[in-house]
């Protein structure tokens, strides 16, 4: 057996595995993040060879194929640790440092070019933090590093095709942004198609196979307006239509239903069922205080169940959103409705120099 420790803030856990080559991978994507073992923390192991299986937290997954469960542990095992962090917010967006030192936070479904802005603006002078993580300390309201790989999300879906980059082959010495900034600048990505950003929103899953059954059941779900098969080959992608929900309000419950069916959920992330038009001309709106809380609070990672809300906040989303909303008050906040890339870079630009120039 393989066995490495990790650490995200205050989160440790130890990866069991008898599969080299899976641990290698994991080593790409998460190597920053090794720790020494922490005797309290929980193991998570998988298996390969044989009985394919993967355990984590008293609960056993199983798949008749091992690549297939492969894939489906790098997401589980991020999840798993979201859920039982308590020292940070973490938002699906991508995050980074201006040249002046000010925190930059790009919040946003799947689809809208995140890792593609954080690229252009990294060889503009920025330094990154995280491509996918905007990771947010619950007593000091920095912005901190969450060095996970670059990845590129394929076309097609299939999760077999995803690239993970090294962040320190980014292509400058300096790349990577290894001090906490406070956060000064929000801009959250829309399409252009949805009036409010912080009303209603999908998200979009990506499964090991497909059936009706579960199909039916996942439309059943309160706050799933409806769900609809974008495509089913190399691997099902699934968008559901919420009313009110967020991806991460809505995770735990699509979590028990594909362990009910036996459906592998590789993946589920905020996004739109249509791919946004990156040939138009982008727009940028500034936002008032609520309209950017309630917007950015749609991508926050761990669920209601997490140890962030439960523990943290004592069960209590109101006072969740009370303390996002003081971190929120202390940034300029923007809906970018993203089109052409370098008009979209400009727009970010000078609103950083507006803030700039403000202070």
């Excluded at 993580?133 to 999760?159: E, K, N, T, W």
């Excluded at 309160?222 to 699934?238: N, T």
């Excluded at 003081?326 to 008009?343: F, K």
């Amino acid at each position: 057996m393989y066995r490495q420790s990790y650490r995200f803030f205050d989160v440790g856990f130890t990866l069991e595995t008898d599969a080299a080559a899976f641990l290698a991978r994991f080593e790409q994507i998460y190597g920053r993040f090794r720790a020494a073992a922490d005797p309290t923390a929980p193991t998570y192991r998988l298996h390969l060879n044989g009985d394919p299986r993967f355990e984590a937290g008293g609960t056993i997954w199983r798949s008749r194929r091992a690549a297939d469960l492969s894939l489906y542990a790098y997401n589980a095992i991020l999840n798993a640790v979201a859920t039982r962090i308590r020292s940070h917010f973490l938002f699906h967006a991508a995050a980074l440092a201006a040249p002046d030192g000010a925190g930059i936070i790009l919040a946003g479904p799947a689809g809208l070019g995140k890792t593609t802005l954080a690229l252009a603006l990294l060889a503009r002078g920025y330094r990154l933090y995280s491509d996918d993580v905007a990771a947010v300390g619950c007593d000091d309201g920095l912005l901190y590093p969450f060095p996970r790989s670059v990845g590129v999300r394929p076309a097609d879906g299939d999760p077999n095709d995803r690239l993970f980059l090294d962040m320190a082959a980014l292509g400058r010495p300096d790349a990577l942004a290894s001090a906490p900034a406070a956060p000064r600048l929000l801009f959250l990505l829309a399409d252009g198609t949805v009036a409010d950003p912080a009303g209603p929103a999908g998200c979009i899953l990506t499964l090991d196979r497909f059936t009706w059954s579960l199909m039916a059941a996942l439309a059943d779900l309160p706050d799933v307006r409806a769900a609809i098969l974008l495509r089913d080959a190399p691997y099902p992608v699934v968008a559901l239509d919420l009313a009110t929900a967020s991806a991460g309000q809505i995770e735990p419950a699509v979590q028990a239903l594909c362990a009910r069916y036996g459906v592998l959920l590789f993946d589920i992330v905020p996004g739109p069922a249509a791919a946004a038009d990156f040939g138009r001309p982008p727009r940028l709106t500034p936002l008032s205080l609520d309209e950017a809380t309630a917007g950015l609070l749609r991508y926050l990672k761990g669920g209601p169940s997490s140890a962030l809300v439960t523990e943290r906040f004592g069960g209590s989303a109101g006072r969740l959103y009370m303390a996002l909303a003081a971190r929120v008050g202390r940034m300029a906040c923007y809906r970018l409705e993203v089109g052409r890339l370098e008009a979209s870079v400009q727009l970010i630009l000078d609103a950083q120099l507006r803030r700039s120039l403000r202070l």
